[in-house]
């Protein structure tokens, strides 16, 4: 038996927040193979909207799930759940007039398409296609090692799916760019120009 | 089995957004019965440090708990993971360069123990010491009726503990001042001037 509850209506609105921070706050959110870039192109692209004067925040998989997450493991459910948590998250951010910056591997395709119809044109869904190969020669926190080894299992790419991607907005290969080529590339995605 | 984990260092740090918006962001937590004011004066302390210019944001267990928290119930064990999710979402917060106000009953000692503990000097716990029978007068959201009515159970202050309190900082009875002079008052303790 739950309480009954309800939205309070606050002074403070979103809206009076987002104008204190001279922006309309939005979501970008990278999806892909472990190795593939994520949180290291999310990391270079805020480091340019915060040069822009953005108000920037960045989640990754590695923070929230060190944190928040912390509960959760690896099989379908606790990524549902990881995932579920980390669009409410963002929410707060947008109603904080934050522009924030997501890096989850968001490996079904379901979520992120739940992302899509729960966000609208406030989010922008990224793809980095970097091959599975290059990812595994990568290998930034030794898991492809480690699966190889038989030490960890439900490694997404090997023995648990990346579902085929309809719902992101944008595809990037990384494997012959730098990340400060990457984020000014996204940039101009993003805003329809070129960053000087 | 889990997968190894470690935090990144990306190219934004803490103290760039929290500089960028020239504050030292902080955590201003309400603790009391339901109906003793917290997100009412949380909401016009808010206004009042948004008006001084802060960066800031709201998190209550109503819009927290319709999102975020919206697989938790009120059981003992889900009580806590409320509050053990909030304060991580806080620290967010806190890394983000925003100053969160957070307006939780918060029953249970140990909770309030682990936040100080966690926060230290970055956090500020109010407890609200409105009397019960004022909180049932005023009973903004309906749950002392239904509760009379027996239409819901585990309910605050009546069958359900609150505990007492040795780790708040500021104790404030709401039964005979207005949200505005409450929040000023508020302010003067925190910030050690009276709000001009």
Redesign the interface.
């Given at each position: 038996?739950?309480?009954?509850?309800?939205?309070?209506h606050?002074?403070?609105t979103p809206e009076?927040?987002a104008a204190?921070?001279r922006q309309k706050p939005f979501i970008i959110w990278f999806t892909g193979l472990s190795g593939s870039g994520k949180?290291t192109l999310?990391?270079?692209l805020?480091?340019l909207l915060?040069e822009k004067g953005f108000?920037?925040?960045?989640?990754?998989g590695?923070?929230v799930?060190?944190?928040?997450n912390?509960?959760l493991?690896?099989s379908p459910a606790d990524r549902r759940?990881n995932i579920r948590?980390v669009g409410?998250?963002a929410?707060?951010?947008l109603?904080?007039?934050?522009t924030v910056l997501c890096a989850f591997i968001t490996p079904y395709e379901k979520e992120r398409r739940a992302l899509k119809e729960k966000f609208g044109e406030r989010i922008t869904i990224i793809h980095l296609t970097t091959p599975l190969e290059l990812c595994r020669q990568r290998d930034p926190?030794?898991?492809y090692a480690?699966w190889q080894k038989g030490?960890?299992?439900?490694?997404t790419g090997l023995d648990a799916p990346f579902e085929h991607s309809e719902s992101t907005d944008v595809q990037l290969d990384t494997s012959t760019i730098t990340a400060d080529e990457g984020a000014r590339s996204l940039f101009e995605r993003l805003f329809g120009q070129p960053h000087c």
């Open positions: 038996m739950k309480h009954p509850l309800f939205s309070h606050h002074p403070v009076m927040r204190r921070n949180s999310a990391g270079q805020e480091l915060h108000r920037t925040f960045l989640l990754d590695d923070n799930r060190l944190g928040l912390g509960d493991g690896l759940e948590r409410e998250v929410k707060l951010f109603d904080a007039g934050i926190k030794g898991l480690d030490r960890i299992k439900g490694l």
